[in-house]
């Protein structure tokens, strides 16, 4: 099992930045991807970010791009979201996500990850 822990969402104007992490623990070697997903009252879960965890390649949603960006402390078992220039329609509750699969980048849907965190929430306001 893989225990996920978020931290770091809270309440910014348009344009402000923030960053979550996300501190996983257990048998975290038993996965190979790791990334944020977020979900809009209302909406259905939608996929920010993932990564292949030793290294290689990222997706981004078309959404964040060039806005958000993902990170890794291995020393720390901990993984970044790191927020720029955000804005309202960011506002969401962020899930931190870890998965077995090998294809978290090439198939970048919430449905492939294994372990969740129990989210944090960010608030943009214009």
């Known amino acids: 099992q893989v225990q996920l822990v978020e931290s770091g969402g809270g309440s910014v104007q348009a344009g402000g930045s923030l960053r979550l992490s996300c501190a996983a623990s257990g048998d975290i070697y038993s996965t190979n991807c790791m990334g944020w997903f977020r979900q809009a009252p209302g909406k259905e879960r939608e996929t920010v970010t993932t990564?292949?965890?030793?290294?290689?390649?990222?997706y981004y949603a078309d959404s964040v791009a060039r806005r958000f960006t993902i990170s890794q402390d291995n020393a720390r078992n901990t993984v970044y979201l790191q927020m720029n220039n955000l804005k309202p329609e960011d506002t969401a509750m962020y899930y931190c996500?870890?998965?077995?699969?090998?294809?978290?980048?090439?198939?970048?849907?919430?449905?492939?990850?294994?372990?969740w965190g129990k989210g944090t929430l960010v608030t943009v306001s214009s």
């Open positions: 990564f292949y965890t030793t290294g290689g390649s990222t």
């Open positions: 996500a870890a998965g077995k699969t090998y294809y978290c980048t090439t198939n970048p849907h919430f449905s492939v990850m294994d372990y």
